[in-house]
């Protein structure tokens, strides 16, 4: 069975930071999209940051851009997600998920979700 199975989400204060963890198995990990969405309570959920796994190019919304870092661990089939300086207006649940293309199109499958809220 595919599995992406987050950690690191949790509350922070105003500028603080965050790392969020995304593993992968069951899913072929190389020539694939990896990334995160993240939904706000009544708002549409929203694509953040997305890579593709071979070669490493990184896809992010503009409202993160600069603040936020997808990488990779492929020993791990690992992605993280560093959340720098994070504000109220990051708060949300953020889900990993896996697609054949980046930007995260066609998403084929998704993680539980890990609140993150910022405070």
């Known amino acids: 069975d595919v599995q992406l199975v987050e950690s690191g989400g949790g509350p922070v204060q105003t500028g603080g930071s965050l790392r969020l963890s995304c593993q992968v198995s069951?899913?072929?990990?190389?020539?694939?999209?990896l990334g995160w969405f993240r939904r706000a309570p009544g708002k549409e959920r929203e694509g953040v940051a997305s890579?593709?796994?071979?070669?490493?190019?990184?896809y992010y919304a503009d409202s993160v851009k600069g603040r936020f870092t997808i990488s990779q661990d492929k020993a791990k089939s690992t992605v993280y997600l560093e959340m720098d300086n994070l504000n109220p207006e990051d708060t949300a649940v953020y889900y990993c998920?896996?697609?054949?293309?980046?930007?995260?199109?066609?998403?084929?499958?998704w993680g539980q979700g890990t609140q993150v809220t910022v405070s």
């Open positions: 998920a896996a697609a054949p293309f980046c930007p995260l199109d066609n998403v084929q499958f």
């Open positions: 069951g899913y072929p990990y190389g020539g694939n999209c």
């Open positions: 890579i593709h796994t071979e070669p490493g190019t990184t």
